[in-house]
């Protein structure tokens, strides 16, 4: 499978900085364990879930979520 087919979703900075490194399309989950010192939008994926529902929509092709 190539990285470009791969949605590297995740709760961490770490999550989105591994994405990139590995040419993956990210995406926060925000519903995740986040730290409120932590500023997500800083992190620069490229996607933002607000619910995991969001993930799904994706999955399924049922909505488009703001990149």
């Known amino acids: 499978t190539h990285p470009d087919n791969i949605l590297y979703v995740g ?4 999550d989105i900085i591994a994405a990139k490194a590995a040419n993956m399309p990210s995406a ?13 939008q800083l992190w620069h994926a490229d996607m933002m879930l607000q619910h ?3 993930l799904t929509a994706i999955l ?3 909505s488009v979520i703001d990149r």
Request: no cysteine; net charge negative.
């Open 60 to 62: 399924t092709g049922d």
């Open 11 to 14: 709760d961490a900075e770490r």
């Open 28 to 40: 926060a989950a925000l519903w995740g364990y986040i730290n409120t010192n932590d500023n997500p």
């Open 52 to 54: 995991p529902t969001h």
